[in-house]
């Protein structure tokens, strides 16, 4: 049986560096955390701080022969950093799964929704046309989408963004990955579908102990969803605590200006209001 607090994912010392014709720069360095299971940890930071280069590290998204990556990721005690493409692509989807900010740019515009859907469980499983279908009609009926047998006839541009977000989410969670990555899950959609998509990662948290890496720049975000927090700035990590002595008691400097410079997340009845 896996421990309570064991890790489920581990960054150490990772940096990476992006090689130009004027010389290698440091994107970020010095990044440090842990992830253990079921839990959130929110990753906060201005534009430009790092936030997508450390999670596509994770995900051992960079194009290697532009980009160093060094230091270790660990999922379960396995090392990633450095992994062949071909082992990656088999953790990618299915271990660990990754949330996009832009839906469309996660779907190929001319097939079908159900065609990507049901490829992506196939890839990954052994399982036939008809049952992977089954699987990817009960996921969008757990994420509430309605209708999902006529849904998986439409293509990508006949669903809103907060609809393909809603199946993106379906996608992450249908082989139970260990870890969703989300960067930016909810800043392309209105008020309603942002709480729709944030009940949901939550509600896959508790149903499957799924480990969560959230990516926001909203801080009403985090302090609603997370249980850790890490803060980046310049491509460090200037803060790391837990969400309520973050908000209660931030430490650095940058930290205290996102708090002060926030959208305050007012009242429990009415998340995300802004205050005047
Ligand atoms: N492929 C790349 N090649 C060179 N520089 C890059 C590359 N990708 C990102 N960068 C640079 O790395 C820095 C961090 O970018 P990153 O996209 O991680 O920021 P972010 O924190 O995700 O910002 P945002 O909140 O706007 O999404 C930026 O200065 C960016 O220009
Ligand atoms: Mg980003």
């Known amino acids: 049986m896996e421990k309570k607090n064991r890790n489920i994912l581990s960054v ?4 990476v560096q992006v090689r130009t014709k004027e010389g290698s720069s440091t994107l970020v360095q ?6 253990k299971k079921g839990e959130i940890l929110g990753l906060v930071g201005e534009s430009g701080s790092g936030k997508t280069v450390t999670s596509m590290s994770v995900l051992q998204l960079h194009d290697r022969k532009s980009m160093d990556i060094t230091g270790s990721i660990t999922l379960h005690d396995r090392e990633l950093n450095g992994l062949e493409n071909k082992e ?3 953790i990618r989807g299915k271990d660990i799964a990754f949330i996009m900010q832009n839906p469309m740019n996660a779907f190929t515009p001319v097939f079908t929704i159900g065609h990507q859907f049901i490829e992506t469980i196939r890839s990954h499983t052994s399982l036939k046309n008809k049952q992977a279908k089954d699987l990817a009609t009960d996921m969008m009926e757990s994420v509430n989408l309605p209708d999902p047998d006529k849904l998986l006839k439409k293509y990508p541009f006949q669903l809103s963004g907060g609809m393909l977000q809603r199946v993106m989410i379906a996608m992450a969670a249908c082989l139970k990955p260990s870890v969703i990555i989300a960067d930016e899950p909810t800043t392309a959609l209105d008020l309603h579908s ?4 944030l009940r949901l990662l939550d509600k896959i948290r508790s149903k499957y ?4 890496l959230l990516i926001s720049h909203d801080l009403g975000v985090i302090s609603e ?3 850790n927090v890490i803060v980046m700035k310049q491509g460090r990590i200037v803060e790391t605590a837990n969400v309520y002595e973050l908000f209660d008691n931030p430490q650095h400097e940058y930290t205290k200006k996102l708090l002060r410079t926030r959208p ?3 009242s429990q009845k009415q998340p995300y209001t802004y205050m005047l």
Request: glycine share 4%; proline share 0%; no cysteine.
């Open 209 to 212: 102990g799924t480990s969560i």
């Open 225 to 227: 969803m997370a249980d």
């Open 264 to 266: 305050t997340l007012y």
């Open 12 to 15: 150490r010392d990772l940096q």
């Open 88 to 90: 990656m692509r088999k």
């Open 30 to 35: 010095n990044i440090n955390f842990d992830i």
């Open 194 to 197: 942002q709480l729709l998509v």
